[in-house]
């Protein structure tokens, strides 16, 4: 069983940065993939980033350039870098881990609200 919890939302400017941290609790954290999503009001759920238990990244191309995501195994956690937000980044943003395998570990956090003005 792994436990995450989010924090560093909140609001901030067009343009501005924020940090987010996802705190993650229970066993072998290193060898789970972690990602970051969000969900906007009224659209689904989209992928943000990924970081893979070797530290190989995705990013979807509307944050390329302008997020970053890292891990710390030792504290384990992972954190997302959001540099030059615009007001299409406001969503809740969801840290999930994940472990391929029969069964499929997959968990979430409870999420953390971004909002972006204008």
């Known amino acids: 069983q792994v436990q995450l919890v989010e924090s560093g939302g909140g609001s901030v400017q067009a343009r501005g940065s924020l940090r987010l941290s996802c705190a993650a609790s229970?066993?072998?954290?290193?060898?789970?993939?972690m990602g970051w999503f969000r969900q906007a009001p009224g659209k689904e759920r989209e992928v943000v980033a990924t970081?893979?238990?070797?530290?190989?990244?995705y990013y979807a191309d509307f944050v390329k350039g302008r997020f970053s995501i890292s891990r710390d195994n030792a504290k384990n956690t992972v954190y997302l870098q959001m540099n030059s937000l615009t007001p299409d980044d406001t969503a809740v943003y969801y840290c999930?881990?994940?472990?391929?395998?029969?069964?499929?570990?997959?968990?979430w956090g409870q999420g953390t609200q971004v909002t972006v003005s204008s």
């Open positions: 229970g066993r072998a954290f290193s060898s789970y993939a």
């Open positions: 999930n881990a994940r472990k391929s395998g029969i069964p499929l570990l997959d968990y």
């Open positions: 970081i893979s238990w070797s530290g190989s990244t």
